[in-house]
């Protein structure tokens, strides 16, 4: 059984820093792109960043570009985001996906999908 697991998430100031970690099990993904997202509350799914299979390559959203870092331990089987400088508008449940087909950037490219881990940022 395919799972992706995020942990690290919790309640930070604003100017702190959060390191999520995204734990895989079932299948080993150490050959494909890992994404993050984001949804906020009444708000759709927001790509926040991707890394190639061998964490060389990465992309990020916009808005956190320069202030957060994915990276992956395949060894480990790990992606991590790394978020700082946090902001309140970056309060969401954010989540890892795997085992993307098309474009990176939107949700529906991805099949797999963890359950979440709740940031939330306070002013």
């Known amino acids: 059984q395919v799972q992706l697991v995020e942990s690290g998430g919790g309640l930070v100031q604003a100017g702190g820093s959060l390191n999520l970690s995204c734990a895989t099990s079932g299948r080993t993904f150490s050959s494909e792109p890992i994404g993050w997202f984001r949804r906020a509350p009444g708000k759709d799914y927001e790509f926040v960043a991707v890394?190639?299979?061998?964490?060389?390559?990465?992309f990020y959203a916009d808005v956190v570009k320069g202030r957060f870092t994915i990276s992956r331990d395949n060894a480990k089987n790990l992606v991590y985001l790394q978020m700082n400088n946090l902001k309140p508008e970056d309060t969401a449940v954010y989540y890892c996906?795997?085992?993307?087909?098309?474009?990176?950037?939107?949700?529906?490219?991805?099949?797999?999908w963890g359950q979440g881990t709740q940031v939330t940022v306070s002013s």
């Open positions: 996906a795997a085992d993307p087909e098309g474009d990176w950037r939107t949700k529906m490219a991805y099949a797999y």
């Open positions: 890394t190639s299979w061998s964490g060389v390559s990465t």
